[in-house]
């Protein structure tokens, strides 16, 4: 049995995991706004309460909604230790300072312990019946019976919230596989889980394996999946149809992969190269929201792309602008970075920062992000000048001299502006080299070479009216023919 991932690679409750540490409390108000029901509408199932947990912890004044809201969604959902998560994150952020105003606990939701009673007898009373029949299915050697049952007995501990045994059974059921179909079913269903844990570093192997899979499944197109398979797993009527559908999901997969791993480049290439969100089906509101991929996009791009790059898979992108039609302001901001009103994109990253931030995806990203958006920034402002006072730069960024000087100082330290700063005049110089300098030098050196060049031709045509060259001896046939047969009876009385 092959299993890449092991049980202590995915945590059993990350949510409750990730909201016990203290974190920065984000502001909503007119300068930062937030629609909380808009935003949310996006989302389904797990993601929902995952996402209204982290919206708990991190903004205070909208906390109580949050959580009532979490509430309701998890009611609908069969992990009861979700609840317990949701009560933590808002008695972490009630203990802030800024929480200190928030209602207890019990004046905001109730705690129905009927209900958890109830799941739990469930759960239990299911696991119990699946384990039953995995077991019969194990004792009569029926292959295809024991993978969907070990599948089925993933897909129930994924929904209770055991996610270690769900990939123990994810994986098992790989064993059992007898087409290439049924290893795609289970890579997409273990890439389902691993996105959920945000665990980035194991996606890009079983996007491999999905992709083999996919190859084969193509090339072998046209076999029907058995009775017993859900939609997702049945066999494609149409294989082109389907391919797209699942190749779109593992390149939205392999996006996530290089966000959550930093690499932001290559996650905009990815990102820029989705499909329409109908190709990817139930993901859509499952795991990501299609505004969730114009942010990520769209931020990935700006933060690492070159401007022609940007107007070419971005700009130029028809199926990527349906997606900005979800946000916006996205399309603002865009406008504004191409045509060099820097002051607008700063103040649209920062007017929209809570959005950013409590997005469980990018979230901690977001700082990096948006510093590599200021250098690129400041380098683009500064390409045209030969010397530019530092006010004329704090005038079009919105900020203070004093910051100016000390962002333009550090990507001179880092290479990335080759210029200098005179503080006392409060301008910076850019250090370009000098063109005529370096094309007289380069004309001497040319005469240089071409002169040597010459007195070396000079010379050998001295020595040639000289006769001091010495030549190759000329060859004599009576000599040469004579040297031939001296050899061939040598080698005839050797052998």
């Known amino acids: 049995m092959e299993v890449d991932l092991i049980e202590s690679d995915i945590p059993n409750q990350p949510g409750l995991v990730q909201h016990q540490r203290k974190r920065p409390t984000r502001p909503i108000d007119d300068a930062h706004p937030f629609d909380l029901d808009a935003y949310i509408s996006s989302y389904t199932g797990r993601t929902a309460v995952d996402r209204l947990i982290n919206i708990t912890a991190s903004c205070p004044s909208i906390a ?85 049952g070990h599948r089925d007995l993933g897909d129930y501990h994924r929904a209770t919230g055991d996610y270690a045994s769900a990939l123990k059974h994810y994986t098992k059921s790989r064993e059992f596989c007898s087409t290439s179909q049924h290893i795609l079913d ?60 699942i190749q779109s999901k593992l390149n ?57 790059a940007i107007k070419a898979q971005l700009l130029g992108n028809s199926v990527f602008s349906v997606y900005i039609e979800q946000e916006p302001y996205i399309r603002d901001l865009i406008q504004a970075y191409m045509s060099s009103d820097f002051k607008t994109t700063l103040e649209l990253l920062s007017r929209y920062s809570t959005r950013h931030y409590v997005d469980i995806h990018l979230g901690v990203h977001v700082n990096d992000i948006t510093q590599h958006i200021r250098n ?32 333009v100082v550090t990507l001179i330290q880092n290479g990335k502006i080759q210029g200098r700063v005179d503080s006392q005049n409060k301008i910076l110089k850019a ?3 000098d ?38 001896p000329k060859s004599n046939p009576r000599r040469d023919q004579a040297q031939g047969l001296e050899a061939a009876i040598a080698m005839g009385e050797m052998s």
């Open 64 to 148: 109580p909604q949050a959580l009532k809201l979490a509430f309701t969604h998890l009611y609908l959902l069969r992990d009861s230790s979700l609840v317990s998560a949701a009560i933590s994150a808002y008695e972490m952020v009630a203990s802030s300072p800024e929480g200190q105003s928030l209602p207890p606990v019990a004046d905001v939701v109730i705690v129905e312990t009927g209900w958890i009673e109830k799941v739990a007898n469930k759960n239990m009373a299911e696991r119990t019946k699946l384990e039953v029949e995995l077991k019969t299915y194990s004792n009569n050697m029926i292959k295809e019976s024991i993978r969907m």
């Open 435 to 472: 063109h005529r300098a370096e094309l007289f030098a380069y004309a001497m050196k040319t005469a240089s070479d071409i002169q040597s060049t010459n007195r070396k031709l000079l010379l050998r045509m001295r020595l040639q009216q000289a006769d001091l060259v010495v030549k190759n």
């Open 252 to 308: 939205l997969a392999m996006a996530l992969s290089h966000l959550g791993q930093g690499n932001y480049e290559r996650a905009a290439s990815s990102f820029l190269r989705l499909g329409p969100a109908e190709q990817l089906g139930d993901w859509i509101g499952k795991l990501v929201g299609p505004g969730d991929i114009a942010i990520y996009g769209t931020l990935c791009a700006l933060a690492s792309l070159s401007r022609s």
């Open 431 to 433: 250090k370009k080299p």
């Open 186 to 245: 289970m890579c997409l269903s273990v890439l389902e889980l691993v996105i959920e844990q945000r665990n980035y570093a194991h996606i890009s192997s079983y996007i491999c394996k999905a992709e083999g899979a996919l190859d084969a499944a193509a090339a072998n197109a046209g076999p029907a999946g058995s009775d017993n398979t859900t939609p997702v797993q049945s066999a494609p009527k149409k294989p082109g149809v389907e391919r797209e559908q």
């Open 376 to 407: 690129t920034a400041i380098v683009l402002y500064f390409q045209p000048f030969e010397t530019i006072r530092l006010e004329r730069m704090a005038i079009a960024f919105g900020w203070t001299v004093d910051e100016v000087e000390k962002e």
